[in-house]
Structures are given as C-alpha cells and as structure tokens.
C-alpha cells in the first residue's frame, strides 16, 4: 500500500451520501433507452455499497428517487421502483449476511405497494445489522423534510426555546446517524438538487462528471483521496483546528 493509500483509509468519512445521476445521459449516448442507463445505475450500487463496505465506511445514503422525479414519464418511474424491488429481491441474503443495515430516507406513502411491502420487509430483516447503514433516500426531498419536523415539534407541544438544532435533527428522517461528511455528485451537475439540505451543513462537497454507471471501486477511491486531502474546519480558523 502506499503512503498515500494509508492516509486516504486513515481519514476515511463516515458517512458518505451519494447524488447518483447521468444514468439518463449514459444510456442516451449509447442509444439506449433511459431505462437501460437506470439499470446499469443499479449495478453501480451494488459496486459502491461493496466498495464501502469493504473499506469499512459505516454509512452510505444513496438518492434513489427524489419527490420530484414523479414528473418523469410513468414507464420510468414504473421501471425505477422495480429495480429497487429486483434490488431489494437480490441483495437482501447478502446484505444480512455482510452485516448491512437498511433504512429509508423518505415518505414512503406514495410509494408503489410492492416496493414498500419489500422495503419494510428488508428493513426488518437488516435491523440487526452492525456492519454498516445504507440508508435509500426514496420520495424524499430536503425542505419537506425540515417543514414536517417542524410541524412534529409543534405537534409535540414545543415552546420556542425548546426547538435547537437537536431537537429538530431528531425529527429527520437521519434521526440518529451523523451527519454525511462527503456528498458525492456523479453526472457532471454541481447542485443539491433538495437533498439532505440541513444534514449537509458540513459536508465536503465532491463532484465529477462520471456518469453514475461509470462510477466504480476506483472512482469511489478517487473521491476519497480528494475527501482525505482536504483540511476541515467546520467555521473555525486552521490554528484552531490545527488540521492541514
Ligand atoms: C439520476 O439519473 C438517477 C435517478 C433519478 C435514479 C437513481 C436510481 C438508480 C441508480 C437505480 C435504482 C436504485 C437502487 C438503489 C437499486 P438521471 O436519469 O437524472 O440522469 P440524466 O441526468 O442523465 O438524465
């Protein structure tokens, strides 16, 4: 291993979230369907989560489908929820057995039934779990998020003083996990894009133009090198932080 591998694991994040775009592009450029560039996307999954898993990152949010890609033509969408399904189908043996925990990041109300009955299905089946999250941001979108914890703290009765950046953390659908140290970007776009607004306060921001199909073991890497190298100081000076 070299120097530079050994310092790359020694400041590993732990908690990378992932903005996974470009499947539509990737499939476009090769005169494929749309669908075929989200189905590749899905094997790119299975590529990071492994990758993560192995270098022992403890958490990895994925957006799988934000509350506005409901605007995409039906037979996509249909197609998006059913590779989650064939996902969740496939890796739920593997995932209890490696250790993966899952969990959802999202209103899954308006979430096709069969999807959300195998969503809770592995969900309780990977509770257990020790190895590491993966948490699958569905129908989800960062400032509904904040608006319903919110409505949460009031429905509990709060007073003004009572509401802290705690208590409201603790209504998010993240209730419990830290907060993501690198947000990764694939497919050339440089926004947020709605998520994780208030949980990637801090984050160090990474992004490439790699579609995400393209995005493996090595690309992953690359992003945490980057992370690695990066001196963080959370609004402080460097002589405070004593840090690069
Ligand atoms: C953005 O690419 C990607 C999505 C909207 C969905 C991501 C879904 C997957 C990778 C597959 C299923 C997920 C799991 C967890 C198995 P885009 O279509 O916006 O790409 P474009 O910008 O090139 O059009």
Known sequence: MTNHQSETLKKLPTHVA??????????????????????AGAEAVRVVVTECRRLGIPHLTLYAFSS??????????????????????????????????????????????????????????????????????????????IVNAARQLLREGKRPEDITEESLAACLYTKGMPDPDLLIRTGGEQRLSNFLLYQCAYAEL???????????????????????????????????????
């Open 68 to 145: 506005e890609n409901w605007q995409r033509p039906q037979l996509e969408v249909r197609e998006l929820f059913n590779l989650l399904l064939e996902f969740l189908h496939s890796e739920a043996s593997l995932m209890e057995e490696k250790g993966i925990s899952l969990r959802v990041l999202g209103d899954v109300r308006g979430v096709p039934l069969a999807t959300r009955a195998a969503l809770r299905h592995v969900v309780q089946r990977t509770a257990r779990g020790t190895g590491m999250t993966l948490a699958l941001a569905i129908n989800y979108g960062g400032r509904a998020e």
């Open 18 to 39: 992932v903005i996974m775009d470009g499947n539509g592009r990737w499939a476009q450029a090769k005169d494929l369907p749309r669908t075929a560039g989200h189905r």
């Open 206 to 244: 990474y992004f490439t133009s790699t579609p995400w199909p393209d995005f493996g073991a090595e690309h992953l890497r690359q992003a945490l090198s980057d992370y690695a190298a990066r001196a963080r100081r959370f609004g402080k000076t460097q002589e405070q932080t004593h840090d690069g």
